[in-house]
């Protein structure tokens, strides 16, 4: 199975490699849009802080800010393979940190046990089954066992659905998928 799912990261990999960075940026906005709008006012988002070559989430989190929600960053912990969470005010405090994910790495707010609502989540690859395709560390799916009532959105661009993804016992289903054409889960 880890060979299986492996494979379908190089894939997924390539595939969003080969968007420009003006289809990114296009697309990302594009996604961001119809995230916001699947936000319900005032529920509290948890939203990964994007890398170069994932959807940009940079937009999104200005118009949560900008529209009062509140906005919790996750922090990663190399440590224990977790998740540290914080909200944030302002974008200015993120910075480059592990895995070079943008934190707000002193100046962390942190978030009481239960405050999140929707977590946003990064995917390598998804399927329209609600599966998700990780980058195979671990951090989201032990965050989510230990909070399986937050509701889960996963974000990708289109190019990086599959037939079929390959998923494992541990593996968490999506509430919903969103790429730049919609919701296309479920």
Same mark, same amino acid.
């Given at each position: /199975?880890?060979? @299986?799912?492996?494979?379908?990261?190089? #894939? /997924?990999?390539?595939?969003?490699?080969?968007?420009?960075?003006?289809?990114?940026?296009?697309?990302?906005?594009?996604?961001?849009?119809?995230?916001?709008?699947?936000?319900?006012?005032?529920?509290?988002?948890?939203?990964? !802080?994007?890398?170069?070559?994932?959807?940009? %989430? %940079?937009? @999104?989190?200005?118009?949560? @800010?900008?529209? +009062?929600?509140?906005?919790?960053?996750?922090?990663?912990?190399?440590?224990?393979? !977790? @998740?540290?969470?914080?909200?944030?005010?302002?974008? +200015?405090?993120?910075?480059?940190? %592990?895995?070079?994910?943008?934190?707000?790495?002193?100046?962390?707010?942190p978030v009481p046990e239960g405050a999140v609502d929707i977590i946003l989540l990064p995917m390598l690859g998804f399927d329209r089954n609600g599966g998700r395709l990780g980058y195979g560390a671990g951090y989201y799916d032990r965050f989510?066992?230990?909070?399986?009532?937050?509701?889960?959105?996963? #974000?990708?661009?289109?190019?990086?659905?599959?037939?079929?993804?390959?998923?494992?016992?541990?593996?968490?289903?999506?509430?919903? #998928?969103?790429?730049? +054409?919609?919701?296309?889960?479920?």
């Open positions: /199975m880890r060979e @299986l799912k492996n494979q379908t990261r190089d #894939i /997924m990999r390539q595939r969003r490699e080969a968007l420009t960075p003006e289809e990114r940026k296009n697309k990302s906005e594009t996604i961001c849009r119809h995230v916001f709008n699947a936000i319900k006012p005032g529920e509290t988002v948890m939203c990964f !802080s994007s890398k170069e070559i994932e959807v940009n %989430t %940079t937009p @999104l989190m200005e118009m949560l @800010l900008s529209n +009062d929600y509140p906005v919790v960053v996750p922090i990663i912990v190399k440590e224990d393979v !977790s @998740l540290r969470l914080s909200y944030i005010k302002s974008l +200015d405090v993120l910075v480059p940190s %592990t895995f070079g994910v943008p934190e707000p790495i002193g100046n962390e707010i989510l066992e230990k909070n399986p009532e937050i509701k889960k959105i996963g #974000i990708a661009f289109a190019c990086q659905e599959a037939e079929k993804i390959p998923l494992e016992d541990n593996d968490v289903l999506m509430d919903i #998928i969103i790429t730049e +054409d919609g919701i296309v889960y479920p």
